[in-house]
């Protein structure tokens, strides 16, 4: 079954970083497709974030960065700010399903 | 400055159709292949199928395919989904989004809810 795998949630202290992971297999990530990622605030639409792995849209700032390996792609944010704590998808195509594949999502939490 | 904007959303019945459309302006719509994205409630993104720039190919994830109907109009510059046999599960904020076949998905509008009732 084709599927990217985040973790549920993630913590970090303000200015601290952390990483978010998307764990997928040889018909998504593992197949060369690249890996894209999205802020969400509830109620609103999502936003991009990162495209084509590691590359960041105008007006995101650089304390965003994300990186693809293998069959795994991670979105690193570093100097956290309470705005941050939102959710955060993985995205990728998938050659089994013939179709786009989110991850699961993932709450980062600013404590 | 692009703008997608979804309406037709409201309360079905189960087991009963709604079409959804997406009214796109500020880019050449017709160069661009269109996608529909669901969250259901507290829930997670979930494609939903992509029509390609000129209508010539379309695929649906296996939870609509054969219920749901994505189509598009690049004279109105307006995309649809045509949604049949509807099920709890298909209750959602449907979103119309614009990115390649395989991505990314760029642009978003701003969703319309789809609830539907026993």
């Known amino acids: 079954q084709s599927v990217l795998t985040q973790p549920p949630s993630v913590s970090g202290a303000p200015g601290q970083r952390v990483t978010i992971s998307c764990t997928g297999s040889?018909?998504?990530?593992?197949?060369?497709?690249?890996v894209h990622w999205y802020q969400q605030v509830p109620g609103t639409a999502p936003k991009l974030l990162i495209y084509?792995?590691?590359n960041r849209p105008s007006g995101v700032p650089d304390r965003f960065s994300a990186s693809k390996s293998g069959t795994s792609a991670s979105l690193a944010i570093t100097g956290l700010q309470a705005e941050d704590e939102t959710y955060y998808y993985c995205l990728s195509y998938d050659s089994s399903l013939s179709g786009l594949l989110f991850g699961g999502g993932t709450k980062l939490t600013v404590l | 400055q692009v703008q997608l904007v979804e309406s037709g959303g409201g309360v079905a019945q189960r087991g009963g159709s709604l079409r959804l459309s997406c009214a796109a302006s500020?880019?050449?719509?017709?160069?661009?292949?269109m996608h529909w994205v669901r969250q259901a409630p507290g829930k997670g993104l979930e494609w939903a199928a992509v029509m390609w720039y000129d209508g010539r190919d379309k695929k649906y994830a296996d939870s609509v395919r054969g219920r749901f109907t994505i189509s598009r109009d690049n004279s109105r510059n307006t995309l649809y989904l045509q949604m049949n046999y509807l099920t709890a599960d298909d209750t959602a904020i449907y979103y119309c989004?614009?990115?390649?076949?395989?991505?990314?998905?760029?642009?978003w509008g701003q969703g319309t809810l789809l609830t539907v009732s026993s």
């Open positions: 084509g792995n590691s």
């Open positions: 040889s018909s998504n990530i593992g197949a060369g497709y690249e």
């Open positions: 500020g880019f050449n719509f017709r160069d661009f292949a």
């Open positions: 989004a614009r990115g390649g076949v395989q991505g990314p998905i760029d642009y």
